[in-house]
């Protein structure tokens, strides 16, 4: 009875999920990053955003973007375990004018923001620890490596962000 009663929930909570087809779900800026057009200066960013499906009760997905300054578009820098399934690695990175989409249906909030000088100074340490992440082509949800990971890392390598991650950033403590 208790286990039939464990199933029941289980299979309502999740369909209860408003993100059920990643294809479907949105993928639109949530226009909480400067515009790369409009704003000159150098700027980093950490964003998260509630992971897709019933993971999102429970975690997070993490990730960073950087605009040097006059640059017209951001770099984002990401970690995906579907990257490594399809054989490429985990670690992503790639130039776009809107850093803050949607993560699969779930809006982004800024974990950390960072603007002008100081930003322009710490860029090509965070470019410079990316290039030296450790997990690159490993993945795993749980107990890292895994999107969390990579920020917390690069965290660590470049104190000077003095980034906190969240609580709900499972994984994050893989890199200590």
């Known amino acids: 009875m208790k286990k039939t009663l464990f199933v029941t929930s289980?299979?309502?909570?999740?369909?209860?999920?408003?993100?059920?087809?990643?294809?479907?779900?949105s993928?639109?800026?949530?226009?909480?990053?400067?515009?790369?057009?409009?704003e000159q200066e150098a700027i980093i960013e950490f964003y998260g955003a509630d992971a897709f499906s019933w993971r999102g009760w429970f975690a997070i997905h993490t990730w960073i973007a950087t605009k040097e300054t006059g640059a017209s578009q951001y770099k984002v820098h990401e970690v995906t375990g579907w990257?490594?399934?399809?054989?490429?690695?985990?670690l992503y990175s790639y130039n776009t004018a809107t850093p803050d989409r949607y993560w699969f249906g779930a809006k982004?909030?800024?974990?950390?923001?960072?603007?002008?000088?100081?930003?322009?100074?710490?860029?090509?340490k965070?470019?410079?620890?990316?290039?030296?992440?450790?997990?690159?082509?490993?993945?795993?949800?749980?107990?890292?490596?895994n999107s969390n990971t990579f920020?917390?890392?690069?965290?660590?390598?470049?104190?000077?962000?003095?980034?906190?991650?969240?609580?709900?950033?499972?994984?994050?403590?893989?890199?200590?």
């Open 151 to 176: 920020p917390a890392w690069i965290g660590k390598q470049v104190p000077e962000l003095g980034l906190d991650m969240p609580f709900s950033a499972i994984g994050s403590g893989y890199a200590d």
């Open 83 to 90: 990257r490594v399934e399809r054989g490429q690695p985990a």
């Open 27 to 38: 993928r639109e800026p949530a226009g909480i990053a400067p515009d790369p057009q409009q």
């Open 126 to 145: 965070i470019d410079q620890a990316v290039q030296s992440y450790p997990w690159k082509n490993e993945y795993s949800v749980f107990p890292g490596p």
């Open 108 to 124: 982004p909030e800024k974990i950390l923001s960072i603007k002008g000088e100081r930003a322009a100074e710490l860029i090509p």
């Open 10 to 25: 289980l299979a309502v909570l999740v369909s209860a999920c408003s993100n059920s087809d990643w294809r479907t779900a």
